[in-house]
């Protein structure tokens, strides 16, 4: 199988399965695209279910060829590989090809198979290109981090690999959906117009360049956030992230998390949780995947975790800096863009502050149990669920409470994109939510703070 974190010096050749699975792989989940694209269910399914299809196709072909290839399936996601050290050149070239084949098989017989639904081009705004360039970056980050070794332990491999790639081509689909322009993917970019479904040739052109130009420095922002990547087995093991490196990714993870939120515009309330899901996954085991004061404060409140002081007020600032970053992107972005959190009516501003408070309490609560202790009995030194969680856990909320409080659930996000008065309001009850949490979690798991050996005799007292 596949180590997705060996170094390329130290893998061993291509085997004819991994380029089997490369280009089959490549073909179904362009088959996906091409299908959605040209049956019309672009923008005419309720709640974006096309974005499910597409999402759904990567994971299960990641689920069942990245043990054999990796499960790229995209051009730019090899040229990462390629920078960030985790692949052969001649690997890489291979690939490429691949994928280009898959990819233009599968939309040739797309479009033969549905060849009577008219076909419409896709028009191309430098608004789109900036878009495609984010998360063309983010998907590339993401899948480069998740295949790491502090992800990918000696023996343990890491089982969110397709979850946190799919949930991030979710979010970047969904901040598009308005215009059908995201691709993030040079193969289907190229399969697209050659077989002219959707791209002319010169906004072809320009999308596979910012693609590519993406994937590079994702690698070059994954190889500085992730200096252990050169270290052996035995200095991982004592290898602790410095607090810049911390800082750093809570401020990238708040400002694209804030990014998906502002770019969605609320109509797809999918949007944020499979954004926070993705990068959770990504940067979880660097910072802790906070992207938010009120968990920050119940983190630190719960122990849970080696932070003091001085990081809550660092990590704080990061997440609001990082959410204004966001806010002023969205406003360059989008003409009149404008982000008003706040009660909705005709619901009173009681209700709305009782749902923030509630589902701020849920958020906190679960990134406290399934990211800050390990949570289950297994083999295992952790769980591979926790992203998941927690992207459920915000998923919950903005279900919930987007028509009745705007599902904030963010400090960060109420100090500055509400009207003063809420604003005010709306953070105290999140940071009140984070402290609540944080006693219902002391409550609840109490075993976690008392001594292992107190709890051995415990255990070996019982009948």
């Known amino acids: ?40 269910n672009v923008l005419e399914t309720p709640m974006g279910w096309e974005i499910a299809s597409i999402a759904c196709a990567l994971l299960a072909m990641m689920a069942a ?55 419409s081009v896709i028009h191309v ?12 970056l983010m998907l590339n980050f993401v899948i480069l981090c998740v295949s790491g070794k502090r992800n990918n ?39 697209l117009g050659l077989t002219q479904i959707g791209f002319q040739v010169h906004s072809l052109v ?22 252990e990547e050169k270290l052996s087995t035995d200095q991982m093991a004592s290898y602790v992230p410095s607090l810049a490196v911390r800082l750093f990714s809570e401020f990238l993870g708040t400002t694209l998390l804030m990014l998906t939120l502002g770019l969605s515009s609320w109509e797809n309330i ?77 619901f009173q501003a009681g209700a709305a502050y009782i749902m923030e408070l509630t589902f701020s ?23 591979f669920y926790f992203g998941l969680a927690i992207g459920v856990a915000l998923l919950a909320g903005c279900l919930c409470c987007a028509k009745i409080s705007g599902a904030c659930f963010n400090p960060a996000i109420s100090s500055g994109m509400s009207s003063a008065f809420y ?3 709306y953070c105290f009850i999140e940071l009140l939510a984070g402290v609540i949490a944080a006693i219902l979690f002391r409550a609840t798991h109490a075993r976690e703070y008392t001594p292992k050996e107190v709890t051995a005799d415990l255990q070996a007292r019982m009948p």
Not at 30 to 38: E, M, Q, S
Not at 207 to 223: G, K, M, N, S
Not at 272 to 298: E, K, Q, W
């Open 1 to 40: 199988q596949t180590n997705f974190h060996v170094l390329a010096e130290e893998q061993a050749p291509m085997r004819p399965a991994s380029a089997a699975a490369e280009l089959l792989g490549s073909f179904v989940f362009a088959f996906t695209v091409g299908c959605n694209v040209l049956s019309g």
């Open 125 to 136: 705004a430098g608004r789109d290109v900036v878009v495609e360039t984010i998360y063309a």
């Open 270 to 346: 999918w949007a944020a949780p499979c954004a926070l899901m993705g990068l959770v996954y990504a940067l979880g085991d660097l910072s802790g995947g906070h992207f938010n004061p009120a968990v920050t404060a119940a983190v630190v409140l719960s122990r849970t975790r080696l932070l003091i002081s001085a990081d809550l007020l660092g990590y704080w600032a990061c997440q609001v800096v990082g959410c204004f970053v966001a806010a002023v992107t969205c406003m360059i972005l989008i003409p009149g863009f404008h982000w008003d959190l706040g009660p909705k009516a005709p």
């Open 206 to 227: 320009s999308f596979v360049i910012v693609q590519l130009v993406a994937a590079v420095a994702a690698a070059a922002l994954f190889r500085l956030l992730r200096p």
């Open 423 to 425: 604003a005010s309001n």
């Open 153 to 191: 332990p000696e023996n343990e491999p890491n089982q969110f690999y397709g979850i946190a790639a799919s949930s991030t081509l979710a979010a970047g689909l969904s901040c598009t959906r308005g215009r059908k322009t995201g691709v993030f993917n040079p193969a289907i970019t190229i399969g």
């Open 361 to 383: 309490i849920i958020l906190c609560l679960a990134v406290l149990a399934v990211s800050c202790i390990k949570g289950i009995n297994s083999i295992y030194s952790r769980n």
């Open 65 to 119: 060829f990245g043990p054999l290839s990796g499960g790229h399936f995209n051009p730019a996601v090899s040229v990462a590989m390629l920078c960030a050290g985790k692949m052969q050149l001649m690997d890489a070239f291979v690939y490429i090809l691949l994928q280009l084949a898959g990819t233009t098989m599968a939309m040739l017989f797309a479009r033969q198979l549905l060849e009577e639904h008219e076909r």
